[in-house]
């Protein structure tokens, strides 16, 4: 489960189609503190970054240094910024959505954003991401730690709603620390519902991939195997 991820890393999906698509017009949404418009913006990209909390856009921007455009901004309304070659959604941010409804939102608002022969990248967990999510870890880096409390968030049936409490430790100053918490809801969205949800949309999936720990990506996925299914899509109808 990617609720918690490094900061710095970018997803294997967007490290693979860097190496593939020639550097054009990029849209992060859910972009965070901006790890993946920061990286595809170094490599000759010209992005354009989202996320509802201003606290994250103000961090992307900081980190990309002027070299992204940057706004607050809920995907379920998007606004139009233009004609984007790739857009991204990753880390799970799909499942942070709760109602079906703000999915296909979410993803119009994507399509509309998207130029002819675009591609729009995003990821979402699996039951076999929950089930192992469901208890508590600590994840550290040099720089982070985080305490994971999942064990509260066991996913009962596919389709439906777990909650994990995330409290992520950075380095400020010496030993000092900085501390943020957050409580989070997903929901599950079992694969053969989102390619519904995609077509209401007016997308299509162009490939459905599966990802496994340590950014490791296979051509199929299996809902019962992969913590991580990974979509492609394209607008709807045949290009």
Request: hydrophobic content about 45%; overall charge negative; aromatic content about 6%.
């Amino acid at each position: 489960m990617a609720t918690y991820c490094s900061e710095v890393t970018p997803s294997p999906l967007v490290t693979e189609l860097a190496a593939t698509l020639p550097p054009g017009r990029a849209l992060d949404l859910a972009s965070g503190a901006g790890r993946h418009a920061q990286w595809l913006a170094e490599r000759g990209w010209e992005v354009t970054a989202c996320d509802i909390s201003g606290e994250m856009a103000a961090r992307a921007g900081e980190k990309a240094a002027g070299r992204a455009d940057v706004h607050v901004a809920d995907m379920r309304a998007l606004p139009v910024y233009g004609e984007f070659d790739l857009i991204t959604c990753l880390d799970d941010a799909i499942n942070h959505l709760l109602d079906p409804e703000d999915v296909v939102d979410a993803l119009a608002g994507m399509r509309d954003n998207l130029a002819p022969g675009g591609l729009v990248a995003f990821d979402v967990n699996t039951p076999v991401a929950y089930r192992a999510a469901a208890c508590d870890a600590v994840i550290e880096d040099d720089d982070s730690l985080a305490v994971w409390r999942g064990s509260g968030g066991c996913l009962t049936a596919p389709g439906g709603e777990v909650e994990v409490v995330v409290e992520v430790f950075t380095r400020a100053d010496g030993d000092l620390w900085a501390r943020r918490r957050s409580r989070q809801r997903h929901r599950h969205y079992p694969l053969a519902e989102l390619c519904e949800l995609v077509e209401a949309a007016g997308l299509r999936v162009v490939a459905l991939r599966g990802q496994w720990p340590g950014a490791v990506l296979d051509a199929d996925v299996d809902e019962e195997r992969h913590p991580k299914a990974v979509f492609l899509l394209a607008k709807g109808g045949v290009t």
